[in-house]
């Protein structure tokens, strides 16, 4: 397991996710964000349509709920901690971290 940073236009928070997961982090949250959230049939509660247009409402821990549910229920992803600050402002000892704004 190893750290990453994931924020949504929010606090950047640092999560433990499963080694793979971190050291390929852009293409998982790809995956999730232009692909499961539209095709899957359990993404359904996602979807919103708001003035006639159809979209989808999600942020970083519903990615962590879909690694854990759907990717690796066997290694779950657990929040560590906010860092109270935006990822673009991160502190020097998390510059180097994996980081995805969604």
Known sequence: MKEVILSHDSEAK?????????????????????????????AKKYHKSINGVDGVIFGAPDFIDYLNEWLFPDQPSVLVKGLGCYDYELPEEYTDYPKYNF
């Open 14 to 42: 640092l999560y433990l996710v499963p080694d793979e997961v971190a050291e390929d982090l852009a293409a998982y949250c790809w995956d999730f964000a232009a692909n499961w959230l539209w095709k899957s049939p359990h």
